[in-house]
């Protein structure tokens, strides 16, 4: 999987060979850096890593706090899953991640509303996780172009403007349905319950955006 390119790189041609992922949460210790390397471990596992190298998956933090190493039960709890939690720097969510980012996936509607607030047109690419998760199960496979004719990018790209199209006729039953509550400075037990959380949301993510499905990874 291609990885995130350095801050202040200017868009090139290159860009229409990739799909950007951004994941944001307040601080990008605890449920960002969860939600981004879960997802990076979910699509190699459905592609294996060559065929991973259009999608490009990072996080930051509306808050973040930059430079900071991931908290340690977050680490925790991508072991649980098998996923790799090495390398990871926190990240202030600055305004060239969300004019990069092709996909933006927030934990929570406050954290949506922010990305949003930014500008650069980031309100049809911009979704909670959980909003999205529950566009996407509605979206037919059959519509989405064939990954393996037309590659992952242009099936992504094809995915989130589905999603966008069906928001306003698929609404949360509830607004907390929508949201991915922090975990910050809780116990493990509760970081495990979040991990969860997620990568359930993840699961059916990564499905529609590779045409692959698969088990989910538990402890």
């Known amino acids: 999987m291609t990885a995130p390119e350095g801050r202040g790189i200017a868009e090139t041609a290159q860009h229409i060979n ?3 992922i951004l994941h944001v949460s307040t601080g990008n210790v605890c449920r960002s850096p969860i939600t981004e ?11 294996g890593a060559a065929l991973t190298d259009g999608l490009i998956v990072e996080s930051a933090g509306t808050w973040g706090h930059e430079g900071a190493p991931m908290e340690a ?8 899953f098998g996923a790799d939690a090495s390398g990871f720097v926190g990240r202030e969510l600055l305004d060239e991640h969300v ?5 933006v996936l927030t934990a929570t509607r406050d954290h949506r509303a922010q990305v949003i607030s930014m500008g650069h ?3 049809l690419r911009t ?6 998760t529950r566009l996407v199960r509605a979206i037919d496979p ?4 064939d990954p393996l004719d037309e590659g992952v990018v242009e099936r992504a790209r094809a995915l989130v403007r589905a999603a966008a199209a069906l928001r306003g006729w698929l609404l949360a039953p509830t607004a907390e349905a929508d949201e991915v509550y922090d975990p910050y400075g809780a116990p493990i037990t509760f970081f495990r319950s979040i991990g969860d959380e ?7 993510v990564v499905t529609a955006l590779t045409g692959v499905s698969g088990l989910r990874q538990h402890r």
């Open 18 to 20: 990739t799909f950007r």
């Open 37 to 47: 390397r879960l997802t990076r471990h979910a699509l190699t596992v459905r592609l």
């Open 73 to 80: 039960n977050a680490e925790a709890v991508l072991a649980d």
């Open 99 to 103: 004019i990069r980012a092709d996909l």
């Open 121 to 123: 047109s980031a309100g």
């Open 127 to 132: 979704f909670t996780l959980k909003e999205f």
């Open 142 to 145: 059959a519509t989405l172009p």
């Open 198 to 204: 997620i990568n359930q949301a993840l699961d059916p």
